[in-house]
C-alpha cells in the first residue's frame, strides 16, 4: 500500500538463519501478512494493491568493532551484555535502515542497543563491548499484478486467494 508516494510497511518479519528459499518465502511472507503483532492482519481486498520485498541475506562478516561497517551497504547484528541486569541482548537492522532514516554510525547502534531491548545510558565503553556481524542483502521486490500476471503465465489461471475470507 503506498502513503503519499512511499509504500506503507503492513508486516515485516524474517530470519537470520539459513532458509530453503522457496518455503522460507512463502513461510516468512504468510507469517508477516497474517502474524506480525504490530499490525493487523492482511485481507483479501488488499492484495492488488500491496508489494512484496524480500531481503536475501548474504556475506556475514564479524566486524573488528561497532564501526567497522559501511552505511547503506552493510546490515548490522549487534549482541551485548546488559550491564544492569546481565542479559545478554541482540538486534538486527538490514543494510537501507541506518541510510534510510539518515543516522550517523553512532546513532544506528544506539538505536539498535534501543530495539535490543536496553534502556540505560548508553557509554562508548558499553558500545566497545558489542559484537557486530555485518552483512549484505539483495532486495527483491513484486507487486501484487506482477505477481498475477507471473502465476497467469506460468499455471495458466489466477492466483487463487492465499488468505481467506
Not at 502513503?3 to 507469517?31: M, S
Not at 494493491?49 to 552493510?74: F, P
Not at 535490543?116 to 549484505?136: M, P
Request: proline fraction near 5%.
Amino acid at each position: 500500500m503506498v502513503n503519499g508516494g512511499e509504500p506503507c510497511l503492513r508486516g515485516c518479519i524474517g530470519t537470520l538463519e539459513a532458509q530453503c528459499l522457496i518455503n522460507g518465502f512463502r513461510d516468512y511472507a504468510l507469517t508477516s501478512a497474517l502474524k506480525d503483532r504490530r499490525f493487523p492482519p492482511i485481507q483479501p481486498k488488499e492484495l492488488p494493491s500491496l508489494e512484496c520485498t524480500v531481503s536475501v541475506l548474504t556475506d556475514y562478516e564479524t566486524a573488528n568493532n561497532y564501526l567497522d561497517w559501511e552505511i547503506g551497504k552493510h546490515g548490522l547484528i549487534i549482541e551485548f551484555i546488559d550491564p544492569n541486569n546481565n542479559i545478554r541482548r541482540s538486534a538486527t537492522y538490514l543494510p537501507e535502515v541506518a541510510a534510510h532514516e539518515g543516522w550517523t554510525k553512532v546513532e544506528a547502534i544506539d538505536s539498535l542497543m534501543r530495539k535490543a531491548g536496553y534502556s540505560g545510558h548508553i557509554f562508548e565503553s558499553l558500545r566497545n563491548s558489542i559484537q557486530l556481524t555485518r552483512y549484505q542483502s539483495t532486495i527483491f521486490t513484486m507487486t501484487y499484478s506482477d505477481y498475477a500476471l507471473y502465476v497467469e503465465a506460468t499455471r495458466g489461471a489466477a492466483p487463487a486467494s492465499i488468505i481467506g475470507g
